[in-house]
């Protein structure tokens, strides 16, 4: 089946990049880590390394194009042995992962689809596939996609989430089990219309490799930052305007009532979702006036080379946005990795009610 290479994003504000040169041809026989391009941005020139094996069966954008969007396809790669002729039906759409962690055991799988020219697809029906990389388990599934809408009311719609065109419309997520740590290969059928398709999804990561608070622990006790403490809110938010929920610490109010805590960067998410969740949380907030809402951004100053924020560091996030929702004795109910609902957020708001009562 062959696999799309999409464009990396080699930093975390890297939207697009110059597809400098390739360092392979087509025909050429790929092995993880090789590298086979470089990538310019206004900053540096970096090499791009192959994440899957196979064949170099088609590259797709010429070396020197310039302004190459991140997770645009720039080539595919076809399974060793495979035929040159399952390119000519390589029209699936791209599957992209919305989340980096796996973990042993159940996962909450989010995805987008874009079309080859990175077009977001929003009423696409997927299914997802997986088996160990090694082979010496059963590939599991199909685990159908549900699709869950990112809109909100106009009224909690940020400017900077309206002013982004490449602002995630929808998510799409699959519930997979996996029973063994290490590393699992993806796989997408896509129905659209009455076309389907077969694609190989990028691995975000090993089952395992990141350990961030989950579903059953005691959130960490942490100070996230406040207006009290911060009388300039850009310098703690992003957004444009700055949200509502930083009136509350977390280590002030942990184990007195629930809370919904969002870490999350609208201006500098990579992902383009940070800003839809943060209106979602806004929306959500309006009807649940017992609850402490607390967002808290990622990047020390609002600057990447800065490094991570306390909180962060001490939640163990690898990635943005992250939603954690915490009962009143201090327990987190809900852990979402990526983007969520309005009515997800609803539903996990409730749980940690029932769950505080």
């Known amino acids: 089946m062959p696999i799309p290479i999409l464009m990396?994003?080699?930093s975390p504000t890297m939207e697009e990049g110059k597809l400098a040169k390739w360092l392979v041809k087509e025909g050429d026989k790929i092995a993880p880590g090789k590298v086979i391009a470089e990538i310019e941005t206004d900053k540096a020139t970096m090499e791009v390394e192959a994440v899957d094996e196979g064949v170099m069966g088609r590259i797709m954008v010429e070396a020197g194009t310039d302004k190459v969007k991140v997770?645009?396809?720039?080539?595919?790669?076809l399974a060793e042995g495979e035929d040159r002729s399952a390119l000519a039906s390589f029209k699936a759409p791209v599957v992209a992962p919305a989340a980096r962690v796996l973990r042993q055991g159940e996962n909450r799988f989010a995805f987008g689809v874009f079309s080859l020219d990175r077009e977001q697809?929003?009423?696409?029906e997927v299914a997802i596939y997986a088996?160990?990389?090694?082979?010496?388990?059963a590939a599991v599934g199909p685990f159908p996609a549900r699709i869950e809408s990112l809109e909100t009311e106009d009224a909690f719609r940020a400017k900077s989430t309206s002013d982004d065109p490449d602002a995630a419309k929808v998510v799409y997520i699959s519930e997979i089990p996996l029973e063994r740590p290490g590393e699992w290969v993806f796989g997408a059928l896509t129905k659209q219309g009455d076309g389907y398709g077969g694609s190989l999804v990028p691995t975000p990561s090993l089952v395992g490799q990141f350990d961030p608070p989950e579903v059953g622990d005691k959130a960490p006790v942490t100070d996230t930052d406040t207006a009290a403490?911060?009388?300039?809110?850009?310098e703690i938010d992003t957004r444009v305007?700055?949200?509502s929920m930083h009136d509350e610490s977390l280590a002030d109010v942990l184990g007195k009532k629930p809370v919904v805590l969002l870490f999350a960067t609208p201006a500098l998410c990579q992902s383009r979702i940070c800003g839809p969740v943060v209106d979602i949380?806004?929306?959500?907030?309006?009807d649940n006036p017992d609850i402490a809402f607390?967002?808290?951004?990622?990047?020390?100053?609002?600057?990447?080379?800065?490094?991570?924020?306390?909180?962060?560091?001490?939640?163990?996030?690898?990635?943005?946005?992250?939603?954690?929702?915490?009962?009143?004795?201090?327990?987190?109910?809900t852990a979402i990795e990526g983007a969520f609902s309005v009515q997800e957020l609803e539903r996990a708001v409730a749980q940690a009610k029932a769950k505080s009562s």
């Open 229 to 234: 403490e911060n009388p300039d809110i850009s």
């Open 241 to 243: 305007p700055p949200s």
């Open 131 to 137: 088996a160990p990389r090694d082979l010496q388990g």
């Open 71 to 77: 997770n645009e396809p720039i080539a595919v790669l």
């Open 294 to 333: 607390i967002h808290q951004e990622i990047y020390n100053e609002n600057d990447i080379s800065k490094g991570t924020r306390p909180p962060v560091n001490d939640f163990r996030l690898p990635s943005e946005p992250w939603l954690f929702v915490i009962d009143a004795g201090g327990t987190i109910t």
């Open 8 to 10: 990396p994003a080699l």
């Open 281 to 286: 949380a806004e929306q959500v907030k309006r």
């Open 121 to 124: 697809i929003s009423d696409a």
